[in-house]
């Protein structure tokens, strides 16, 4: 690895002078974003990406944890020499059959002191063993999740999946087909952000934890800039380069006309998830199932009934 070495003495050189953000030159993600897809992640990855204070690797969506990195072929032109050092070390993890979080940390030593880390929103579906695993070994990582209405967020991951045909096309304005389709388990995995929370905030510690929502990405994305980019360090005062704060790409496209038949099934389906959401995310999610006319006092009142039942049942074991 004496490549590696001597690379990241050249960077040091050439970063001489400048803030320090990372308290170690040793390599290691700073931060996971770790879902919603169609939340926001490729706006907060083109940001990061032109932030003075940041070095993102060459491509959003690393895979590793999910696909073992996997999933660029060809690779992406590279902009540089740390481009190129990333993707020699991306091509040597990539002829291992099983996740080696040390050679993964090795990926980030292109970073030199600036920050950096992954945007892969699949990482919203790892399991517990894994995320347990991550977090050991990068104790000061910070974790993001960007969270999005799941009615609005699974018409969106549909409508982009028929697009690129890895959902089956299917009617738009058959409600029944609709909520098969969402049935895929691609799909439906994604689809419950207050579970992806718990599992992560069961392992990463709550100074390091942060659930952003699309409904401000959409409202105010300067004030949503500032407020990750001061959470992950960087100076939220300097610009991203040309990039503004509401550039925001994807929004441009086209996607199917959502009837208010299906948008009410899918609400239906989505019911009980829309709710937990409120309540266990809060902010912009406490609004959500207001949106559908549900209310949070039948979902409160099931709370209570069930802790109820509980304290019953365990007097009885007692």
């Known amino acids: 690895m004496r490549w590696a070495w001597t690379f990241k003495s050249r960077i040091a050189d050439e970063r001489k002078g400048e803030d320090n953000h990372s ?13 919603a897809q169609k939340a926001g992640t490729s706006w907060l990855y083109r940001q990061l990406a032109e932030h003075p204070d940041c070095w993102m690797p060459p491509f959003k969506e690393l895979h590793y944890f999910d696909q073992l ?13 740390r481009d190129r050092c990333f993707l020699e070390q991306l091509t040597r993890l990539n002829s291992r059959s099983y996740i080696d979080v040390e050679e993964y940390a090795r ?8 920050l950096s880390g992954d945007v892969t929103p699949a990482y919203s579906m790892l399991n517990e063993e894994l995320i347990e695993h991550i977090v050991t070994r990068f104790p000061d990582l910070k974790v993001i999740f960007l969270a999005r209405d799941p009615v609005d967020r699974a018409w969106s991951q549909l409508s982009m999946g028929v697009r690129l045909r890895n959902i089956s096309s299917f009617d738009v304005t058959d409600a029944d087909a609709v909520i098969r389709t969402l049935l895929n388990p691609g799909v439906l995995l994604r689809s419950y952000p207050s579970k992806t929370v718990a599992r992560w905030k069961r392992y990463v510690p709550p100074e390091r934890f942060r659930v952003y929502f699309f409904d401000d990405l959409e409202k105010d994305p300067s004030e949503l800039r500032r407020s990750i980019l001061h959470f992950l ?6 610009p991203s380069g040309r990039l503004r704060a509401d550039d925001n790409g994807d929004a441009a496209r086209k996607k199917p006309p959502l009837t208010a038949n299906v948008r009410a099934r899918m609400a239906q389906f989505f019911e009980q998830e829309l709710k937990a959401c409120a309540v266990k995310l809060g902010g912009a999610a406490g609004k959500w199932p207001a949106r559908y006319g549900f209310s949070l006092l039948v979902y409160f009142w099931d709370l209570l009934d069930d802790s109820i039942d509980l304290f019953f049942w365990c007097d009885w074991i007692c």
């Open 23 to 35: 308290s170690t030159l040793d390599p290691s993600p700073d931060f996971l974003c770790v879902g």
């Open 69 to 81: 990195a996997r999933t660029h072929t060809p690779p992406p032109r590279p902009r540089d020499a």
């Open 107 to 114: 990926l980030f030593e292109a970073k030199g002191p600036l």
């Open 233 to 238: 360090g960087a100076d939220p005062n300097k």
